[in-house]
């Protein structure tokens, strides 16, 4: 019975771009597929992207020496968490230590103590709220951005503490996380939350464990309220009753009354002892329920959306980049190249039906640089047997000249049916220039949503039997980074 195959996380993602952004073995790829994938699972599982990469990362991931990037994101993210966690407790425990100081000498304004421990809290959520529709408005906040650029700063500290090439492997991973699109991009945010979260849950406990196990056992606190602004007894009533609607059903006793309200509003500079002192403890229960309900309870509600969030976002990954796309081919594809030519790998037969429900194909429209001199008969057949793909059509153009070649990409869909790839066939020889990078655009523009465009590199001048050095790829794949161009290159 085949074993089951783990589900992702963020930090198997980052490997993941890691591996995908090192160089590629097409037979290595294959070998691994055949030997080690296929009996890992079933064939149903071998046209799902999500299990075969899975079982590939987990292969290749074996198979590295050396500590990769989503162990020292995990590293980052645990310590991020628990620095989160104390901090959140120390500054609870102090803040709430510091509010209640003066209980002594004069009564605790519990309406001050709301302000500080919940209304504080309240605040920078509305804040945060106001900020993300302002942006969806198209408005940028300088004094917001500013503060996100400290924080950055703040962790990028931490990954200063890797050495030099773990760190710029995991700056590259996250990068590239980011530019994949939104899902992606939305998995570094929902972390990112999760950190902010955990703070609040922790300040929040900490101001509960100082209030209820440290303070209020061993002293006695008398709790009033007090106003400059002509503020009655009864607006105080109809607040308190308002804040006390989620538990007042449950504990109708645990906020003040009408009068114990009336009675504990002090003068500046009165004494703690003169308040009655049944009114002025009645305070308390009503003030720990609303730190427990509008600062635990919520932010431990936040924190569960936050961990939801990454968990959908995690499965909702299609694996369908242009990098992923390739591993797709080299992992499912039926053959593989070495140095003596095109051959076909061994196989059970169970190992081929589970290849067969990975089997991919449809046509493709082909761009035929200038400089190119491949046959085109030859280079359909290499497509067909490398790629699955029946060629539609050849046309040939500048792929440097986006006006001169405006016709041929304006003919990609002439037909209803749309190409299952775009295939852009240039010289590896070639510098890329920004008019390459214009014409690429053009063409990933008119290929629309759900068509895959990729570049196919040939060694010299065309011959497909000259191979493109790894500096001359490595050129390219800087190229389509700088450009940030959604569309593969092989070779």
Sequence with gaps: MPAPVADWTLADLLDFEQLLASPASADGDRRIFVDEIAPRIDARSAGDRRTVFRAWLDVRRARTPHVMVGESY?????????????????????????????????????????VWTVGIQWALVAMALLAWALRRAGFDIAPLRSTVVLAVAAAGSLLRRLPGQRRDALRAAIATLKRRGPIEGSLLKWQAFIVTQWFGVAFNAGLLFAMLFVQLPFAEFRFGWQSTYEIRPEQVQRVVETIAAPWRWAAPGAQPSGEDIAATRYARGQGAQSMPSRAARSWWPFLALTI???????R????????????????????????????????CGPLISTAGGTVTLPESSECQSRRAAARFGGSCVVLLSEEVTIPEARLSALLRERFGWAVRRVARVSIDDRKAAATAVASIHPEDLPPAAVVVVAPGSR???VAVALFLRAVIAAAGEGCEVIVLLCGGAGDEGTPVDDERYAIWQRFRAIHQLPLGIER
Excluded: H
Aim: charged residues 15%; contains cysteine; glycine residues 12%.
């Design 431 to 433: 510098d890329p220039i």
């Design 292 to 298: 427990f309900c509008y600062g635990l309870l919520f």
């Design 300 to 331: 431990s509600m936040m924190l569960a959306c936050a961990l939801a969030g990454i968990r959908r976002g995690l499965k909702a990954l299609s694996f369908s980049g242009p990098e992923a796309n390739a591993l797709w081919r080299r992992l």
């Design 74 to 114: 995990d590293l980052g993210r645990r310590s991020l968490e628990w620095g989160a966690v104390v901090f959140g407790l120390i500054l609870g425990v102090t803040l709430a230590g510091a509010l209640l100081a003066s209980g002594n000498a004069e009564p605790v304004n519990a309406l001050l103590f709301l």
